[in-house]
């Protein structure tokens, strides 16, 4: 499967740790999305990468949260000094910037995360 | 800022019925993107059709095609010989010329045999 990517599946952590999670995007992607959603909602964009540049930053995201994706391949997400109100599924996105396809998204699986 | 809405939280349809899941969105650019994504249940998100909005033809992908109206910024998708297998939620999203994607809150289907 050459698809978009996500690990781990599932995290819990209690309050106040830290987490990280990765994404592998499709490899011929260059842009690179970070989302989260919480039931019921949309995914709420939250950072975009082209290659390894990060070119937007939700202003949604707090000072805990940090992306990152060196020499444009798998990017990685952390939260720091987790909150409850950072359960929430977190996914990521990949997609060609240009070409027939581009601007269309391809998703991972997303990794849900519980903060207990 | 950009939004999207989707006012129906809830939509049914017979199994081989027609059904139209409608959307709005808000935005003072010109060329932008617009999509129907598909979340089957505890599976990830699928793209189902795009609309670029320079194109008046309205996008059509096999059972399923839009209505897009860019004046009154309306894009609904209409799912035609509607299957099981297209019970999901739907969301419509929103493509700025800036590369950020607003995601409506989403429609949950249900398809009824």
């Known amino acids: 499967d050459t698809g978009v990517s996500q690990n781990p599946r599932h995290k819990i952590t209690k309050r106040g740790q830290n987490v990280t999670f990765r994404c592998d995007p499709i490899?011929?992607?260059?842009?690179l999305y970070w989302y989260r959603q919480t039931l019921g909602q949309g995914p709420e964009f939250l950072t975009y990468?082209?290659?390894?540049?990060?070119?937007?930053k939700s202003r949604l995201l707090s000072d805990r949260f940090s992306a990152e994706r060196p020499k444009g391949s798998f990017s990685t997400l952390e939260i720091q000094r987790t909150e409850q109100g950072d359960s929430a599924m977190y996914l990521c996105?990949?997609?060609?910037?240009?070409?027939?396809?581009?601007?269309?998204?391809?998703f991972g699986p997303g990794t849900r995360l519980t903060v207990t | 800022a950009q939004t999207v809405t989707q006012s129906q939280p809830e939509m049914s349809v017979q199994e081989a019925e027609t059904v139209t899941l409608s959307c709005t969105y808000d935005?003072?650019?010109?060329?932008?993107?617009l999509f129907w994504y598909k979340q089957p249940p505890s599976r990830q998100m699928i793209l189902v059709i795009r609309?670029?909005?320079?194109?008046?033809q309205n996008a059509t992908e096999n059972r399923f095609s839009v209505n897009f109206q860019k004046a009154a910024k309306s894009f609904s998708l209409k799912i035609s010989d509607s299957q099981l297998g297209d019970a999901a939620m739907y969301f419509c999203?929103?493509?700025?010329?800036?590369?950020?994607?607003?995601f409506g809150t989403g429609t949950s289907l249900t398809v009824i045999p």
């Open positions: 996105a990949s997609s060609p910037s240009g070409g027939p396809r581009g601007y269309e998204q391809y």
């Open positions: 609309q670029e909005a320079y194109k008046q």
């Open positions: 999203a929103y493509r700025s010329p800036g590369n950020q994607f607003y």
């Open positions: 490899s011929e992607h260059n842009r």
């Open positions: 990468f082209q290659n390894e540049a990060q070119l937007e």
């Open positions: 935005t003072s650019e010109s060329d932008y993107y």
